[in-house]
């Protein structure tokens, strides 16, 4: 499966975005999902992770209550809404499919997308 993460851009702190996933191929709905981040000078970390069927979530403890994680098979995408933006939510955002499970561990994932950029200003 191929990945194209999009809808990353410049925002002030409170603010939101939303960005999009789009999946290749026809065995999207078959993959669980999630998104990345990797802020300049620091490890990548988890962020939020989907299940096929879309009936199981994750978030990483620093986003639950501000972002959510969705998905539509039918349009082989998968979204973040990202609300109450803070500065330390700057990073690049990767999107990531994977087939063991809804996990948070980066080698359980097997594709990635190029990265969509994020920078919330203060």
């Known amino acids: 499966v191929q990945l194209q993460a999009s809808g990353g851009g410049s925002v002030q702190a409170g603010g939101s975005l939303r960005l999009f996933c789009a999946a290749s191929?026809?065995?999207?709905?078959?993959?669980?999902m999630g998104w990345f981040r990797q802020a300049t000078g620091k490890e990548r970390e988890f962020v939020a992770a989907i299940s096929w069927s879309g009936g199981t979530r994750h978030y990483a403890d620093s986003v639950k209550g501000r972002f959510t994680i969705s998905r539509d098979n039918a349009k082989n995408t998968v979204y973040l809404q990202m609300n109450s933006l803070k500065p330390e939510d700057t990073a690049i955002y990767y999107c990531?499919?994977?087939?063991?499970?809804?996990?948070?561990?980066?080698?359980?994932?097997?594709?990635w997308g190029q990265g969509t950029q994020v920078t919330v200003s203060s």
């Open positions: 191929g026809r065995t999207f709905s078959t993959y669980d």
């Open positions: 990531v499919a994977s087939r063991a499970g809804v996990v948070s561990t980066a080698r359980e994932y097997d594709y």
